[in-house]
């Protein structure tokens, strides 16, 4: 009698220990608990390209917290721990691997850059988290497939093709060359003008390169000025490219110049002040002003209400990832682990304020549509 009692004893206090030990759905996940989920956010606030950052920080910001007043999901808000890579692959490295390892966040939201995102891809695939809507819209993050990464822009290939199609086919303009980033966003876009190119039998007219980070831009405008083609496409980000465009129409260098949505719109306005105009620049969202978008009325409430008064395309795409991601958290239940959260974002196909965003297992790229805009007076209008 006594034995068995002991090893009733036994059995019931293994049964009770391995209850302590196992953890519950709420907290089976890293960055997941019964009242939150934690996300981490690495881009660049400060340095040339700081809009790019702090935009998408600011718009994903205010759709998180308008979600996290009305209750969360699913009982969870949604916090973000953001740091600040200055646009630089090491630094994004370093705190990458702190939100993982340490912060122990639950997936990683709204990246900006290319070189920054291929520097944190084996970060990414060891950890298995999602890496959410990053702004770039680089190839190698589109094909293959690789199952943490979800795209919600279009990419620079897209871009590429309506910008060459718009110069060919509305322009008649044959000689295109490039001026781009000496970096994995440079070359990035390049390959897309060289397959938007070759799609028409044609080759690039000339290019020219600067670095990362810097506005030194005079050996490439010599070499493109020796070129002499009709158009321009541009690849960097704000500062550098209002740098080249100034200094080319004060030579007398006047090709069509064109940008990919990456380089910043609102900054690039401010930057070329009265050099902007007719400066074409291809956008992967709609316009922050067109408010016969429900969606983008929606952002444009929220922005209101939240006191920002200046509306852009950049913090209208961070809302609008911070949307899409809300939309899959839903989906994923309230066991919400990455697994389940994966499976639902392949999932996925909804009409939300206008736009219809689709992922699927083989297919990450939820976005496709390209809107054209040139800058005019120091506004940027629609290119019809």
Not at 236 to 263: R, W
Not at 319 to 336: C, M, P, Q, R, S
Not at 339 to 367: P, Q, R, V, W, Y
Request: proline fraction near 3%; charged fraction near 20%; charge should be positive.
């Amino acid at each position: 009698m006594k034995g068995r009692l002991c090893d009733g004893m036994v059995i019931a206090v293994a049964v009770l220990v391995l209850a302590f030990l196992a953890p519950t759905g709420a907290q089976a996940e890293n960055g997941v608990t019964a009242t939150e989920v934690v996300i981490g956010m690495c881009n660049a606030l400060t340095g040339p390209a700081s809009a790019l950052g702090t935009g998408m920080k600011k718009g994903s910001a205010v759709y998180f917290d308008k979600i996290n007043k009305a209750g969360g999901v699913n009982g969870r808000k949604v916090r973000v721990i953001s740091y600040d890579d200055g646009y630089e692959p090491k630094n994004t490295v370093e705190q990458t691997r702190k939100l993982v390892q340490q912060d122990k966040v639950f997936a990683l939201f709204g990246y900006v850059g290319t070189p920054t995102s291929s520097a944190v891809l084996p970060i990414i695939n060891e950890a298995k988290a999602p890496f959410w809507a990053p702004f770039t819209g680089a190839e190698f993050l589109r094909t293959p497939v690789n199952r943490y990464i979800f795209n919600v822009r279009g990419s620079y290939f897209d871009e590429a093709e309506t910008q060459v199609q718009y110069l060919t086919e509305m322009r008649g303009i044959k000689r295109i060359a490039i001026f781009y980033q000496n970096d994995a966003y440079g070359l990035a876009v390049k390959g897309g003008i060289l397959k938007a190119l070759k799609k028409r039998n044609l080759d690039l007219a000339g290019e020219g390169t600067y670095e990362r980070n810097t506005e030194d831009v005079s050996a490439a405008l010599a070499a493109l000025k020796k070129a002499n083609p009709e158009a321009v496409s541009m690849v960097g980000t704000y500062k550098a490219v209002a740098a080249f465009i100034k200094k080319a129409k004060a030579e007398g260098f006047n090709p069509v110049f064109l940008n990919v949505s990456f380089v910043g719109t609102a900054a690039l306005v401010k930057e070329l002040g009265g050099a902007g105009d007719g400066v074409i620049i291809t956008q992967v969202m709609p316009s922050p002003k067109d408010a016969s978008v429900p969606l983008v009325a929606q952002y444009r409430a929220d922005m209101k209400s939240a006191g920002h008064a200046e509306l852009d395309y950049t913090d209208l795409e961070g809302y609008i990832d911070a949307v899409v991601f809300v939309e899959t958290l839903k989906k994923a239940g309230a066991n919400l682990t990455r697994e389940t959260f994966i499976t639902a974002a392949e999932g996925l196909s909804a009409s939300i304020g206008g736009l219809n965003f689709k992922f699927s297992a083989t297919d990450h790229h939820a976005l496709e549509k390209i809107y054209l805009t040139r800058i005019a007076a120091g506004q940027v209008e629609s290119v019809k």
